[in-house]
């Protein structure tokens, strides 16, 4: 078993610092206005568990453990795939923060110790204490579910509720920073002079957070795909010079777009308003056409907006399938219509500014994973971003962020963004050790990012990238750098599956089977396996061609090839950055 990872020790990148810096102000200001709590003479132990694909869940656990340290507190903040089910029945007051992935999953560092845990043979837990903060985005359908599992779970194994599970939506800061500041005065001590929370170590040595993203300048903007391909990929560079942040390979930048004018204006039109209305936002009065420009998502329509539609348009179809609950139908209904297609298709929806508005989610940042490597490029940061770009419904329809990027900056505009850093999706520390990188489509970003950290490190191990994307004359991106890293012996292998060159689609999986022996001996040398791109479908088939190739390869039973899988994931040796 893994030693838990104490806070004192946790070595926080400079992104990350930033953002606690932000988000500490904030908790340090409602634990002093909270009372009710209980006097702790010793420092008691207080277990916080994390399950996170990207970062966020993690990030809060740390910050829920530098607040309960301010309380007096002895946090332990520890990975869920750092803990089986015995060391998890031997807590007696124990955090859960989660998020929930894929179509209501578990993310990946949580998904074992929630299957030990989920098991008939799990005791009963009537010592623990608990509360649990479940991460997600409602635009899902199971929304938070992990963390609800995981909330209903512990209290069927007669464990204690101390504090009711939060659930948080996308922009889930200050939900987050509430929650802390509730559950933690529940163990901890009041006394005012241990609230006071060194924020040595968390100093933030840049000003540019989460919280308040830096306006960078786009440098480069270039069509890496054929202007004649199916699909329109592009690189990005952006400049960081002079924000002191810095970002390591595997880390994501989250960009937040503007919406297009062209759009604000049709939707502005299709409610029948003016565009100079002046409303309340966040505080401040702005025109509506300024609040739909910068502070509203209306490409995709919010559940509440939907609903209001259907109900002021009468709209049979649509009434049909939100009273009966059919998501399948509003699905498939609500695919390719944008909330401009649901006004124009419903004419009859005229609405005032402030009732517009009041039905709009807030406009989110989009993360993309960062295809250049800090130590290579410490004041850019280059992205590969496939341009959302469809017709429907007769007109045509575009991404807010990567068209925001492709087609609205110019070299005077803020493109505003911050880091998300991915702790376990890093090139290993040894660089003897082999990896083996399977990024097709956009999913070969980060693997950019690794080769050019394993050239700037002169690291001796051996790298295999699968790549593949529709037709190798229009979408081989990056060939000549692909080609030159070969050329000096970077990169080991590379193996190509153009799904489109061909009558039978051929994927990165396949490719992956064909070379099954080999691979399955870097892995018995040692290698790490890195998946980046689709969540849904691609990465769900290469775990499965990885499962039956360390079968047939290592002539395991079904329950030895689990044993493997899982102990490549506990040793970080498994590790995905999918979407
Ligand atoms: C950790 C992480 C890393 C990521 N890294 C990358 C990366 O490196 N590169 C990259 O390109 N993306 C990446 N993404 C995805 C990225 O964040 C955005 O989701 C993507 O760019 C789309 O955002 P958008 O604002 O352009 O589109 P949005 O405005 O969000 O629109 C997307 C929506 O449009 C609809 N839609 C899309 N295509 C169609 C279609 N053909 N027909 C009908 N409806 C359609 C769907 O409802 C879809 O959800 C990453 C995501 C995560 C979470
Ligand atoms: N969850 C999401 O919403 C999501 C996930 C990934 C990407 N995207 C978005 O889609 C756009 C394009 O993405 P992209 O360039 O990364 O990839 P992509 O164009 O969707 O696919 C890249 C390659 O993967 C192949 N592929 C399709 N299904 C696969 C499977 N089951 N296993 C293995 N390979 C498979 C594709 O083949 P064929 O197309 O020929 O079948 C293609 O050759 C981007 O805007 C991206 O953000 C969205
Ligand atoms: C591919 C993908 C799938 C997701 N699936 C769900 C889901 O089913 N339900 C949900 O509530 N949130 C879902 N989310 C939202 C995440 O839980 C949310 O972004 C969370 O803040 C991520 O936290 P993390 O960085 O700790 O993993 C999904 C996000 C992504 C990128």
């Given at each position: 078993?893994?030693t838990?990872?104490?806070?004192?020790?946790?070595?926080?990148?400079?992104?990350?610092?930033?953002?606690?810096?932000?988000?500490?102000?904030?908790?340090?200001?409602?634990?002093m206005?909270?009372?009710?709590?209980?006097?702790?003479?010793?420092?008691?132990?207080l277990?916080?568990?994390?399950?996170?694909?990207?970062g966020?869940?993690?990030?809060?656990?740390?910050?829920?453990?530098?607040?309960?340290?301010?309380?007096?507190?002895?946090?332990?903040?520890?990975s869920?795939?750092?803990?089986?089910?015995?060391?998890l029945?031997?807590?007696?007051?124990?955090?859960?923060?989660?998020?929930?992935?894929?179509?209501?999953?578990?993310p990946?560092?949580a998904?074992?110790?929630?299957e030990?845990?989920?098991?008939?043979?799990?005791?009963?837990?009537?010592?623990?204490?608990?509360?649990?903060?479940?991460?997600?985005?409602t635009?899902y359908?199971?929304?938070?579910?992990?963390?609800?599992?995981?909330?209903?779970r512990?209290?069927?194994?007669?464990?204690?509720?101390?504090?009711?599970?939060?659930?948080c939506?996308?922009?889930?800061?200050a939900?987050?920073?509430?929650?802390?500041?509730?559950?933690?005065?529940?163990?901890?001590s009041?006394?005012a002079?241990?609230?006071?929370v060194?924020?040595?170590?968390a100093?933030?040595?840049?000003?540019?957070?989460?919280?308040?993203?830096?306006?960078?300048k786009?440098?480069?903007?270039?069509?890496l795909?054929?202007?004649?391909?199916?699909k329109?990929?592009?690189?990005?560079?952006?400049?960081?010079a002079?924000?002191?942040?810095?970002?390591?390979?595997?880390?994501?930048?989250?960009?937040?777009?503007?919406?297009?004018?062209?759009?604000?204006?049709a939707i502005?039109?299709?409610?029948?308003?003016?565009?100079?209305e002046?409303?309340?936002?966040?505080?401040?009065?702005?025109?509506?056409?300024?609040?739909?420009?910068?502070?509203?998502?209306i490409?995709?329509?919010?559940?509440?907006?939907v609903?209001?539609?259907a109900?002021?348009?009468?709209?049979?179809?649509?009434?049909?399938?939100?009273?009966?609950?059919?998501?399948?139908?509003?699905?498939k209904?609500?695919?390719?219509?944008?909330?401009?297609?649901?006004l124009?298709?419903?004419?009859?929806?005229?609405?005032?500014?402030?009732?517009?508005i009041?039905?709009?989610?807030?406009?989110?940042?989009?993360a993309?994973?960062i295809?250049?490597?800090?130590?290579?490029?410490?004041?850019?940061?280059?992205?590969?971003?496939?341009?959302?770009?469809?017709?429907?419904?007769?007109r045509p329809?575009?991404?807010?962020?990567?068209?925001?990027?492709?087609?609205?900056?110019?070299?005077?505009?803020?493109?505003?963004?911050?880091?998300?850093?991915?702790?376990?999706?890093?090139?290993?520390?040894d660089n003897?050790?082999?990896?083996?990188m399977?990024?097709p489509?956009?999913?070969?970003?980060?693997?950019?990012?690794?080769?050019?950290?394993?050239?700037h490190?002169?690291?001796?191990?051996?790298?295999?990238?699968f790549?593949?994307?529709?037709?190798?004359?229009?979408?081989?991106?990056?060939?000549?750098?692909?080609?030159?890293?070969?050329?000096?012996?970077?990169?080991?292998r590379?193996?190509?599956?153009?799904?489109?060159?061909?009558?039978?689609?051929?994927?990165?999986q396949?490719?992956?089977r064909?070379?099954?022996?080999?691979?399955?001996?870097?892995?018995?040398?040692?290698?790490?396996?890195?998946?980046?791109?689709?969540?849904?479908?691609?990465a769900?088939?290469v775990?499965?061609?990885?499962?039956?190739i360390?079968?047939?390869?290592?002539?395991?039973s079904?329950?030895?090839?689990?044993?493997?899988?899982n102990?490549?994931?506990?040793?970080?040796?498994?590790?995905?950055?999918?979407?």
């Amino acid at each position: 078993m893994k030693t838990p990872q104490l806070l004192e020790n946790a070595p926080y990148s400079e992104t990350q610092r930033a953002w606690l810096g932000g988000f500490f102000s904030g908790i340090r200001t409602q634990l002093m206005q909270n009372t009710g709590a209980v006097n702790a003479t010793t420092a008691q132990t207080l277990h916080i568990l994390y399950g996170s694909q990207t970062g966020n869940a993690e990030a809060v656990a740390n910050d829920a453990a530098t607040a309960a340290k301010a309380y007096g507190l002895k946090p332990v903040v520890t990975s869920m795939d750092a803990i089986d089910s015995d060391a998890l029945a031997a807590m007696d007051t124990v955090l859960i923060v989660t998020s929930t992935y894929g179509e209501g999953e578990m993310p990946d560092n949580a998904q074992m110790l929630w299957e030990a845990v989920s098991a008939d043979s799990m005791p009963q837990l009537p010592n623990m204490k608990f509360s649990v903060l479940a991460l997600g985005d409602t635009g899902y359908d199971l929304f938070c579910k992990a963390g609800i599992e995981w909330d209903n779970r512990l209290a069927e194994l007669g464990a204690t509720r101390i504090y009711d599970r939060v659930d948080c939506d996308v922009a889930f800061e200050a939900a987050a920073e509430s929650w802390i500041s509730s559950v933690i005065p529940q163990w901890g001590s009041k006394d005012a002079a241990s609230m006071v929370v060194n924020t040595e170590t968390a100093a933030p040595k840049s000003q540019y957070s989460r919280k308040n993203p830096f306006p960078a300048k786009l440098l480069v903007n270039r069509l890496l795909t054929s202007t004649d391909s199916s699909k329109e990929t592009r690189h990005y560079e952006i400049s960081i010079a002079g924000s002191a942040l810095s970002y390591e390979a595997g880390d994501a930048l989250c960009v937040v777009p503007t919406n297009s004018p062209d759009l604000v204006a049709a939707i502005i039109n299709a409610i029948g308003c003016k565009g100079d209305e002046i409303e309340p936002v966040n505080g401040e009065a702005i025109s509506l056409q300024d609040a739909l420009r910068t502070q509203f998502e209306i490409k995709s329509p919010s559940k509440e907006l939907v609903q209001e539609i259907a109900t002021r348009s009468g709209n049979q179809e649509l009434n049909g399938l939100l009273s009966t609950g059919d998501k399948e139908g509003l699905a498939k209904y609500l695919w390719g219509r944008d909330t401009l297609d649901l006004l124009l298709q419903n004419p009859l929806c005229e609405f005032a500014a402030a009732e517009f508005i009041a039905l709009l989610k807030p406009l989110q940042h989009r993360a993309y994973s960062i295809s250049s490597s800090g130590k290579m490029h410490p004041d850019t940061v280059h992205l590969t971003i496939a341009s959302v770009r469809y017709d429907s419904f007769d007109r045509p329809h575009n991404g807010v962020c990567s068209t925001f990027l492709a087609d609205l900056v110019d070299a005077e505009t803020e493109v505003r963004c911050f880091f998300t850093p991915n702790k376990v999706f890093r090139v290993p520390k040894d660089n003897s050790l082999p990896i083996i990188m399977v990024g097709p489509g956009t999913g070969i970003a980060p693997f950019r990012a690794f080769l050019q950290e394993r050239l700037h490190r002169k690291a001796t191990g051996k790298n295999w990238l699968f790549f593949g994307d529709r037709n190798a004359v229009t979408d081989f991106i990056y060939r000549a750098e692909l080609e030159a890293m070969q050329a000096n012996g970077v990169l080991t292998r590379l193996d190509l599956a153009f799904s489109r060159d061909q009558a039978e689609k051929i994927y990165v999986q396949d490719k992956m089977r064909e070379h099954g022996a080999e691979l399955f001996a870097w892995l018995e040398q040692g290698g790490y396996f890195f998946v980046c791109g689709d969540a849904y479908h691609m990465a769900k088939d290469v775990d499965k061609a990885l499962l039956d190739i360390i079968a047939a390869h290592g002539q395991l039973s079904e329950q030895q090839v689990i044993d493997y899988v899982n102990q490549l994931k506990k040793d970080k040796r498994y590790v995905r950055d999918v979407y």
